[in-house]
């Protein structure tokens, strides 16, 4: 069964410090899909980024940016100079192949809490 | 702009209610999801549709039932309210591993 963990449940920084969102995933196929969601306090889910488990390679996209690292399972995700607006909780998830990639597994969860 | 629209934003009910959350998208997707939403769990999946009049039960269908009549709408029914299914209630329409997500439904059963 897919299982997907975020150890982290509340990350607190001060403004312009980097920080590091864990990812911990668990699946049997071995083609499927991890993805990053954000929920700011207005709750509806913003989609980050998307990644098939056949590319590795590292993502960054502005401040953030993405570790997949199939030998240890790990997805992380990585904002560099942290603002205010990055206030949110942030969601791990993972689809698998044999679900033709419609069904979302989702972590725990991550608060972050930026502060100025 | 509007994608996937649940039909409120908050509502408060009693126990023992029979409650129903609205869910609409205007995409033509067949493949439709409810998600509850709690604390240090994270979203976890109620139900899901494939298509118009089929659902399958997802991690957590206990108390839980759907409908699926018309294809742009999938509907969430509490069939008798209870304090413990007091949460946030998220409806996904999704294809080709890109999801789409409702504002959320924040539920209080009192």
């Known amino acids: 069964a897919q299982k997907v963990t975020q150890a982290q449940t509340e990350i607190s920084v001060v403004e312009k410090e980097d920080v590091t969102l864990d990812c911990v995933y668990e699946?049997?196929?071995?083609?499927?899909?991890l993805f990053w969601y954000k929920q700011p306090p207005s709750g509806e889910l913003v989609f980050l980024i998307r990644?098939?488990?056949?590319?590795?390679q590292n993502e960054i996209s502005g401040r953030y940016s993405w570790n997949f690292q199939k030998s240890t399972s790990s997805f992380n995700f990585t904002i560099t100079a942290s603002q205010v607006v990055d206030s949110a909780v942030y969601f791990c998830?993972?689809?698998?192949?044999?679900?033709?990639?419609?069904?979302?597994?989702f972590g725990g969860g991550t608060r972050l809490m930026v502060k100025p | 702009d509007v994608k996937v629209t649940q039909s409120s934003r908050y509502l408060v009910k009693r126990t023992g209610e029979k409650v129903f959350l609205e869910c609409v998208q205007d995409?033509?997707?067949?493949?439709m999801f409810w998600y509850r939403q709690d604390p240090g769990l994270g979203l976890r999946l109620i139900y899901f549709?494939?298509?118009?009049?089929?659902?399958e039960k997802g991690d957590i269908p206990e108390g839980y039932s759907v409908s699926r009549e018309k294809k742009e709408r999938f509907s969430l029914i509490l069939e008798s309210a209870s304090t413990n299914q007091t949460s946030m209630y998220l409806c996904a329409s999704i294809r080709n591993t890109e999801a789409f997500f409702g504002q959320g439904t924040r539920l209080t059963v009192v």
């Open positions: 998830a993972l689809s698998e192949e044999k679900n033709a990639g419609n069904m979302l597994t």
């Open positions: 990644r098939n488990s056949f590319d590795e």
């Open positions: 549709s494939y298509d118009v009049k089929m659902k």
């Open positions: 995409m033509d997707h067949e493949n």
């Open positions: 699946t049997r196929d071995t083609t499927y899909y």
